[in-house]
């Protein structure tokens, strides 16, 4: 079953006279469960289809329905709160609140959810586990290096517990062997815990990681190959 | 309320930057000090100066005369005064300064007939300490209202020098009129021969009557008992009267007031920059936030409590400052004996910090509105 459905999904700005079209009309079908990787040239346009997908930005036309609901009909208050439900963000550059500590930072999703402040601790816990940086738990980001921000962000994506995860170049700005690190949590929480996620990445390598790869050009996805 | 679980993440922009925190509440601190302090002289013009319905004294001037150099009314007026219905006392007074000129710290000796004084002008003074007998058994003796004590160190036993006049501390006095707070009550005979010879002179008379609404008609019967005398006289109720005399103090607080709406509006410049550029920097941090869930109004209160905050310390701060300052200081603003309290209560201090905190939601509204109408991913690719 179609887990997020996109049809004619289309994004388009005004820049004075003319139109710019990112995203121009793209059909696409996520099963619940996959790890889709999509690459393509810069300004093909993936950043605008993972915005919508995560509901931040919303289609100039077609539709996208994620597990029944319609996000191109919700206001920017109930956009809101189906993003701290549902999705969590994972940025290239981690956007960690710097005066925060990390503990701090994945607090913060948390705050918007009817928790007592044992139950957050539980959830902060659990989450900074998961991604291996307990014991960073009181550092501030700049005291971490960048694998371990991109870890603490990851940390803050899960903690609400949601059912998917972008994640746009979440390995563009780190060395080889913490994008290692990061891809194999990215594909730990897929296998292990079932979560959606729909990951942008120019590095072909980290494909491997996912279930399936895509392609995005001038807006538009060309070819489609299934990796699993 | 969620909202209240995401004040700590404002505590904490504030505490954790802490250089722009300091500084700005640092200058809003230094605003509010002159603000508040400008506003306990304009509290004490309005309390020296504001008649209300339970003022019963009238003064009894020298026609055409604004100071008390100059006011010399013969003392025997006061058996005709007191013929008239509706006075209930006349005192005599001798008014000696030891400094002509609008200060912060002179001496105003008061010369009273010591035996009437307590019953009549002086009724409602409060010795607070010394004794009352004291100073009528002794010739040098003074009666020091409060703040003058306070402000030069002075208690019962020592003595002092001022205008020419060496006392003795008897007792301290209380009272509600600003003008006994600050000033020396002594035997008018003791102040009229102090330098020079000026028995039976003296230079005004507060005259008590019974009801307030006749202090209008007793003020126009005096002036007319003695309007074709060798010594005319001008009478008004005492807060009119010390109004007449300070008017120029008045004029400068006045003006003062102005330099006060200038710290204000300082305040509202310095806290305005503060969160302005505190958002800008901060444009990806809000976006970010608005990606994990928060609603755009959130972002909005969240900016605008930060400027609360500031506002609230810095307003606090330069209100405790001032009314510290004014407390142990005890000054008043002096000028022709009259006397203009500086007033520091706990009134003014919730004046500041209300008008502080006004100021910082004033000065977070424009950024903060911005701040929630901004798209997000615009926000991602103005950084
Ligand atoms: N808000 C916007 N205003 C104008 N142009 C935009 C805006 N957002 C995206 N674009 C344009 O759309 C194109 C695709 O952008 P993006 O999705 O970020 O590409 P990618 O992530 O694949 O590099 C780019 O040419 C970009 O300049
Ligand atoms: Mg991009």
């Keep these: ?228 | 309320m969620k909202i209240i679980r995401c004040f700590p993440y404002v505590t904490k922009q504030i505490t954790r930057h802490r250089v722009r925190s300091l500084l700005t509440v640092f200058g809003i601190a230094i605003a509010m000090f002159l603000f508040t302090s400008v506003q306990a002289m304009n509290d004490g013009v309005l309390e020296a100066t504001t008649a209300t319905a339970s003022d019963t004294t009238l003064v009894v001037y020298r026609e055409d005369r604004y100071c008390p150099a100059t006011s010399q009314l013969p003392q025997d007026y006061q058996r005709r005064i007191e013929g008239i219905d509706g006075v209930s006392s006349v005192t005599p007074m001798m008014v000696v300064v030891s400094n002509c000129r609008t200060s912060l710290d002179v001496v105003t000796f008061r010369g009273v007939p010591k035996e009437s004084f307590l019953s009549g002008a002086g009724k409602g003074i409060e010795v607070i300490s010394g004794s009352a007998e004291d100073w009528l058994s002794r010739t040098d003796a003074a009666l020091l209202g409060e703040t003058l004590a306070n402000r030069r160190g002075l208690k019962p036993g020592m003595r002092f020098d001022a205008a020419g006049i060496t006392a003795t501390v008897a007792g301290i006095v209380r009272s509600d009129n600003p003008q006994d707070q600050n000033v020396a009550y002594t035997a008018l005979e003791f102040v009229q021969l102090a330098g020079r010879d000026r028995l039976g002179i003296v230079t005004q008379f507060n005259v008590k009557v019974t009801d307030s609404a006749l202090l209008d008609p007793v003020a126009d019967e005096i002036d007319e008992m003695f309007r074709t005398a060798q010594e005319p006289t001008a009478t008004f109720g005492e807060k009119a009267f010390i109004g007449r005399l300070a008017d120029d103090i008045i004029e400068l607080v006045g003006f003062a007031r102005w330099l006060g709406l200038g710290c204000l509006a300082a305040v509202l410049a310095l806290v305005a920059n503060s969160i302005v550029l505190g958002v800008q920097s901060r444009i990806a941090e809000h976006a970010v936030l608005q990606t994990l869930g928060y609603k755009s109004w959130v972002i909005a209160v969240l900016i605008i409590a930060e400027g609360v905050l500031l506002c609230a310390i810095g307003g606090l701060l330069g209100a405790v400052v001032a009314l510290s300052v004014a407390r142990s200081g005890n000054y008043a603003l002096s000028v022709e004996g009259t006397s203009i309290p500086i007033v520091a209560d706990y009134g003014l201090l919730l004046m500041g910090l209300v008008v502080c905190v006004v100021i910082g939601v004033i000065a977070g509204l424009v950024p903060a509105w911005q701040a929630s109408r901004r798209s997000i991913v615009e926000c991602f690719r103005a950084v």
């Design chain 1, 1 to 228: 079953m179609n887990f997020i459905t996109c049809r004619d999904l289309t994004r388009e700005y005004k820049k004075g006279d003319t139109i710019i079209k990112p995203l121009d009309g793209v059909d696409l079908d996520i099963t619940s469960g996959d790890f889709l990787a999509l690459m393509g040239p810069s300004g093909s346009g993936k950043t605008t289809l993972l915005n919508l997908v995560a509901g931040i930005d919303s289609p100039t036309n077609g539709s996208l329905v994620i597990d029944g609901t319609d996000l191109s009909k919700l206001s920017r208050n109930k956009l809101a709160a189906w993003r701290s439900k549902h999705v969590g963000y994972v940025f290239q550059l981690y956007n960690l609140v710097p005066v925060l500590t990390a503990y701090e930072n994945v607090e913060l999703p948390l705050l918007l959810h009817d928790l007592s402040k044992k139950q957050r601790h539980e959830r902060i816990q659990i989450a900074l586990e998961r991604v291996g940086i307990s014991d960073r738990a009181e550092h501030f980001p700049r005291q971490l290096s960048g694998g371990q921000e991109q870890r603490v962000a990851i940390a803050r994506a899960i903690a609400t517990d949601p059912d998917i995860i972008v994640a746009d170049e979440p390995t563009g700005d780190l060395d080889k062997s913490s994008a290692h690190a990061v891809m194999q949590l990215l594909q730990t929480l897929n296998s292990e815990l079932g979560k959606t996620i729909v990951m942008v990445t120019h590095d072909p390598k980290t494909t491997e990681y996912a279930t399936r790869t895509l392609h995005l050009e001038k807006g538009k996805l060309v070819e489609a190959e299934a990796v699993a």
